[in-house]
């Protein structure tokens, strides 16, 4: 089988690494470099982690990204990953921590409710002011993304049966046909055509354009004192839901930056536009930061980083057949990069055998328990 792939984030190149195994025909196009420092995939980490408020599906399928992630170590030859343990934080009347526990009770999964007045014994660079109630799990750590899609993408063009083509804007797809046409007027065939182009998706699809929504965000990267990066080298991750903000943590694991974002989505923005950020842009976020975490006033900020999730309107998922010989991927709605290596092997493994397409957009969804068979 030979597949034509449209995109080189985490997604695109983990697919492409998926049917590289088997021993199929790919054809990768990426507008940018490879890997593209436009991507959603390209950050210094992202996070992995069971609590899911109520998505069991997604809850479910954690424990297969992990052995899909350990596979793909194997494959790279390194393991790009540190665990963390997952803290999961709320207060002012939100209960996502608390749904997060009970879901996974489900499943066998379980989280530790811990006293709020020992929060500060147990981990003292927190505050926790406004937290109301706090649950831990040892599982979760950080996948060092940027890396990740570096090194994929090095694997890649190693194989003898994959053909990269950076710097290539992909101007239309014919999905029914399984063709594309480049912008320099090149035409390429293939058995199938995936397209995997995050927040350029729309550009390429625009009926899906309505249900895929491009989603500029803002995070912060902040310059600790020694002794406070010292701890939080040692620290969890932190999920906190306070009801106006969706804080999340990344502790500067392996020499990483230390990381703060909000959750929240603005599904507003264009990817192509010039990514200038400040302060402003987030001022809720630091207000929360400044009240949660001990010495947050002697930080300063390293950097801000602009990037874009695709957004659906139930953050499911969608990783759909469109027509006779194509596929659109966009696995995002900013939790889809713990699943990177899982969508991708799982949709190779689809393309191949010519297993049931809805099952799989289901599963793929978080809606069925086992991947499709």
Sequence with gaps: MKAIIVGG??????????LARDGHEVELFEQGPLPNPLASSMDEHRLIRHPYGDHVGYARLIDDAYATWDLLWQDLGQRLYAPTGTLALTGNGADWAERSAATLATIGKSM????????????????AKGVER?????????????????????HLARQPRVHLHPHTTVRAVDLEYGRIVTEAGAAHAADVVVVAAGAWVGRLLPDLGRRLIPSRQVVIYFDLPDEDRAAWARGPMIIEKTGDVGLYLVPPMEGRGFKVGDHEFSRSGDPTAKRAASEDDIRPLLNRCRSLLRGFDRWRTDRLKVCFYTVTEDERFVVEKQAACGWVMSPCSGHGFKFGALMGLELARTLASGRDSTAHARWAAGLEAIAPT
Aim: hydrophobic fraction near 50%; proline fraction near 4%; charged fraction near 15%.
């Design 9 to 18: 984030g985490i997604m695109g190149l983990s697919t492409a690494w998926g």
């Design 134 to 154: 706090a649950f831990w799990i040892d599982s979760g750590g950080v996948l060092f993304a940027q890396d990740i899609v570096t090194a994929l993408a090095q």
């Design 112 to 127: 530790t409710e811990l006293p709020v007045a020992d929060l500060r014994h147990r981990f003292p660079q927190i505050e």
